[in-house]
């Protein structure tokens, strides 16, 4: 779904121009001919579909710096852009006192419009992102920071519904898909938000050291008073620490190791899991009397494949954050790149994407994010293809490594010398020069030696992999990035 603007303009040629001129940069429009139409327009935005203003400072009844004013009241808040007329720049930069992110002169380019709508989407993504890292690490993110779409309307909702009470939930999920994230807003938004969220990673810690971890004197259960307790990987958690974890469910206490008397704890418990629970029931790995403990109030989080609308969001908001972090001048993603994105299945999830668009953002060398950034997507995505520059052919004056070679003294009288092949077989005609004559790569030169051994040994992969002398998941991961698809064997 394209950025809505909201264009301010009382001119009504003035207005429909802007709105052509914006609608042509990729986004969608809506107007308001007053600041009171606007203030009242804003206010209406439930849904946030309105992205960005476009104010013009001479207004007739609310003044340009009156909607200024107003914007703080409201709950959301929505970056401006305002239009002043040349001479008038006094005025503009006290709209940037007051709130404005950029200002244009009248009469604008397209150009420098587009240029300033950008930024403003940008700065605003951003400090969106600080703000959920902040409110993260106070405990205070909520349901409505979640970036979901239509098939995570339900997930949405029953996350609203778990902050509501103190029961203990359960979600479930593949790996990736935001457990984490889902059970921070569900505390952030419960009346335990602001109080301890302690997140425990049962399947990182090891087995022999987590009932001391949790329920030790100072363990993670303590600190946990009072505010939440997150369980990740609860599949993971030993047959004796279920036990002690059951107990702390149904009275509200732990006896933690080496004390003969309980602890009263009050905690919230929120647990996650990719394991299939029932499973592990059945194979005496968890307890059925905990499995019902926890399963009192279960959410199901969706596959990213199942949610491919969410992406381009998710996309937007991974690219403001990792340009920022790595100092890049990366504007955003190219349609024909974001199309395939949106086509893959992932199966690593939102975590994978995330990742997927650090790298990207990292080897940028432009602006704009493309297919050519992707090259792990674009080889598994029918249609789309990595451009690669082919490695140069030999030069006919190029060294070769056997036979008999002439070369010239400072006499210019001939000298005859003999480099024997090896195996008297003839070198393979990898350059290790490039057209410049300079010394080409390393990751040029094993490019074309996986592309040389794929070819000489017909896709075998267990072959190519022990003749490069390297793992069969270091050969897959090294063909993904050359976009070199791998066959079956």
């Given at each position: 779904?394209?950025?809505?603007?909201?264009?301010v303009?009382?001119?009504?040629?003035?207005?429909?121009?802007?709105?052509?001129?914006?609608?042509?940069?990729?986004?969608?429009?809506?107007?308001?001919?007053?600041?009171?139409?606007?203030?009242?327009?804003?206010?209406?935005?439930?849904?946030?579909?309105?992205?960005?203003?476009?104010?013009d400072?001479?207004?007739?009844?609310?003044?340009?710096?009156?909607?200024?004013?107003?914007?703080?009241?409201?709950?959301?808040?929505?970056?401006?852009?305002v239009?002043?007329?040349?001479?008038?720049?006094?005025?503009?930069?006290?709209?940037?006192?007051?709130?404005?992110?950029?200002?244009?002169?009248?009469?604008?380019?397209?150009?420098?419009?587009?240029?300033?709508?950008?930024?403003?989407?940008?700065?605003?993504?951003l400090?969106?992102?600080?703000?959920?890292?902040?409110?993260?690490a106070?405990?205070?993110?909520?349901?409505?920071?979640?970036?979901?779409?239509?098939?995570?309307?339900?997930?949405?909702?029953?996350?609203?519904?778990?902050?509501?009470?103190?029961?203990?939930?359960?979600?479930?999920?593949?790996?990736?898909?935001?457990?984490?994230?889902m059970?921070?807003?569900?505390?952030?938004?419960?009346?335990?938000?602001?109080?301890?969220?302690?997140?425990?990673?049962?399947?990182?810690?090891?087995?022999?050291?987590?009932?001391?971890?949790?329920?030790?004197?100072?363990?993670?259960?303590?600190?946990?008073?009072?505010?939440?307790?997150?369980?990740?990987?609860?599949?993971?958690?030993?047959?004796?620490?279920?036990?002690?974890?059951?107990?702390?469910?149904?009275?509200?206490?732990?006896?933690?190791?080496?004390?003969?008397?309980?602890?009263?704890?009050?905690?919230?418990?929120?647990?996650?899991?990719?394991?299939?629970?029932?499973?592990?029931?059945?194979?005496?790995?968890?307890?059925?009397?905990?499995?019902?403990?926890?399963?009192?109030?279960?959410?199901?989080?969706?596959?990213?494949?199942?949610?491919?609308d969410?992406?381009?969001?998710?996309?937007?908001?991974?690219?403001?954050?990792?340009?920022?972090?790595?100092?890049?001048?990366?504007?955003?993603?190219?349609?024909?790149?974001?199309?395939?994105?949106?086509?893959?299945?992932?199966?690593?999830?939102?975590?994978?994407?995330?990742?997927?668009?650090?790298?990207?953002?990292?080897?940028?060398?432009?602006?704009?994010?493309?297919?050519?950034?992707?090259?792990?997507?674009?080889?598994?995505?029918?249609?789309y293809?990595?451009?690669?520059?082919?490695?140069?052919?030999?030069?006919?004056?190029?060294?070769?490594?056997?036979?008999?070679?002439?070369?010239?003294?400072?006499?210019?009288a001939?000298?005859?010398?003999?480099?024997?092949?090896?195996?008297?077989?003839?070198?393979?005609?990898?350059?290790?020069?490039?057209?410049?004559?300079?010394?080409?790569?390393?990751?040029?030169?094993?490019?074309?030696?996986?592309?040389?051994?794929?070819?000489?040994?017909?896709?075998?992969?267990?072959?190519?992999?022990?003749?490069?002398?390297?793992?069969?998941?270091?050969?897959?991961?090294?063909?993904?990035?050359?976009?070199?698809?791998?066959?079956?064997?």
């Amino acid at each position: 779904m394209p950025k809505h603007v909201l264009v301010v303009d009382d001119d009504l040629v003035q207005r429909r121009i802007l709105e052509e001129t914006i609608r042509r940069s990729g986004y969608a429009v809506a107007t308001a001919d007053t600041g009171d139409k606007a203030v009242a327009t804003l206010k209406a935005d439930a849904s946030g579909d309105i992205s960005l203003i476009l104010l013009d400072l001479v207004r007739p009844r609310t003044g340009g710096m009156a909607v200024l004013s107003a914007l703080r009241s409201l709950p959301r808040r929505y970056p401006a852009i305002v239009l002043t007329a040349d001479g008038n720049i006094e005025a503009a930069m006290a709209a940037m006192g007051a709130g404005a992110v950029d200002f244009v002169v009248k009469p604008v380019s397209p150009e420098r419009l587009e240029v300033s709508i950008k930024n403003a989407l940008k700065i605003d993504a951003l400090e969106g992102e600080i703000n959920r890292m902040k409110a993260s690490a106070r405990g205070e993110l909520g349901v409505a920071d979640l970036i979901a779409g239509e098939a995570m309307a339900r997930v949405v909702d029953l996350g609203r519904r778990a902050a509501q009470s103190s029961i203990p939930v359960l979600i479930e999920g593949e790996s990736g898909v935001g457990k984490a994230l889902m059970a921070r807003a569900i505390h952030g938004e419960s009346v335990r938000g602001g109080k301890p969220f302690v997140a425990v990673n049962c399947g990182a810690m090891p087995q022999g050291e987590i009932e001391s971890r949790l329920f030790g004197e100072g363990g993670k259960v303590i600190e946990a008073d009072r505010g939440t307790l997150f369980l990740d990987g609860i599949g993971e958690l030993p047959l004796q620490a279920q036990a002690r974890l059951l107990r702390l469910l149904e009275v509200g206490e732990i006896e933690t190791l080496g004390d003969k008397h309980p602890i009263k704890a009050d905690i919230r418990l929120i647990a996650a899991t990719s394991q299939d629970l029932i499973a592990l029931v059945r194979e005496g790995r968890l307890r059925e009397d905990l499995y019902y403990r926890l399963n009192v109030f279960p959410i199901w989080i969706p596959p990213l494949r199942d949610r491919l609308d969410d992406v381009p969001e998710l996309v937007r908001l991974f690219v403001s954050r990792f340009a920022a972090e790595e100092g890049k001048r990366v504007d955003g993603i190219s349609p024909e790149a974001l199309a395939m994105l949106r086509r893959y299945s992932w199966p690593g999830n939102i975590r994978q994407l995330e990742n997927a668009v650090f790298r990207a953002v990292a080897l940028a060398e432009g602006p704009m994010l493309g297919v050519n950034e992707f090259p792990q997507v674009a080889a598994h995505v029918e249609g789309y293809r990595v451009t690669v520059p082919a490695a140069p052919a030999p030069r006919a004056l190029s060294p070769r490594i056997e036979g008999s070679v002439m070369l010239g003294d400072s006499s210019n009288a001939p000298v005859t010398i003999h480099v024997p092949s090896a195996n008297g077989r003839d070198a393979v005609g990898i350059p290790a020069l490039s057209e410049e004559g300079d010394i080409r790569s390393l990751e040029a030169v094993e490019a074309d030696m996986i592309r040389l051994a794929f070819g000489r040994y017909r896709g075998r992969m267990t072959e190519i992999a022990k003749r490069l002398g390297i793992g069969r998941s270091t050969l897959y991961r090294k063909m993904r990035e050359i976009g070199l698809e791998a066959r079956a064997n």
